[in-house]
């Protein structure tokens, strides 16, 4: 399966931006997909994540509340909708997919797309 992540930009702090990751080369359904995020001289950090069918997700603390991932199966997409940004949301957001799996560590994933730039000014 191949991703690609689109929607990162420039917002004020407080704005809000949706993150799409769109899947070609096989039906999303299968996948558990993840989103990560990798500032300047930080380790990446999982986000959020969803379940194949998008029963379960799950959220990073510093996300909780602000950020809501959800998927649309029929267009192959998963969706990061992100509110109330802040300075520290600033990085490079990545989307990954796992096969009949998901959570928040990066290593639960084998198929990754290339970032989209968010930054957040204060």
């Known amino acids: 399966v191949q991703l690609q992540a689109s929607g990162g930009g420039l917002v004020q702090s407080g704005g809000s931006l949706r993150l799409s990751c769109a899947a070609s080369g096989s039906k999303l359904d299968l996948y558990g997909v993840g989103w990560f995020r990798q500032a300047p001289g930080k380790e990446r950090e999982g986000v959020s994540t969803?379940?194949?069918?998008?029963?379960?997700?799950y959220y990073a603390d510093s996300v909780k509340g602000r950020f809501t991932i959800s998927r649309d199966n029929v267009e192959n997409t998963v969706y990061l909708q992100m509110n109330s940004l802040k300075p520290e949301d600033t990085a490079v957001y990545y989307c990954?997919?796992?096969?009949?799996?998901?959570?928040?560590?990066?290593?639960?994933?084998?198929?990754w797309g290339q970032g989209t730039q968010v930054t957040v000014s204060s």
């Open positions: 969803i379940s194949n069918r998008g029963d379960g997700s």
């Open positions: 990954a997919a796992a096969e009949l799996r998901y959570g928040l560590a990066s290593h639960f994933y084998d198929y």
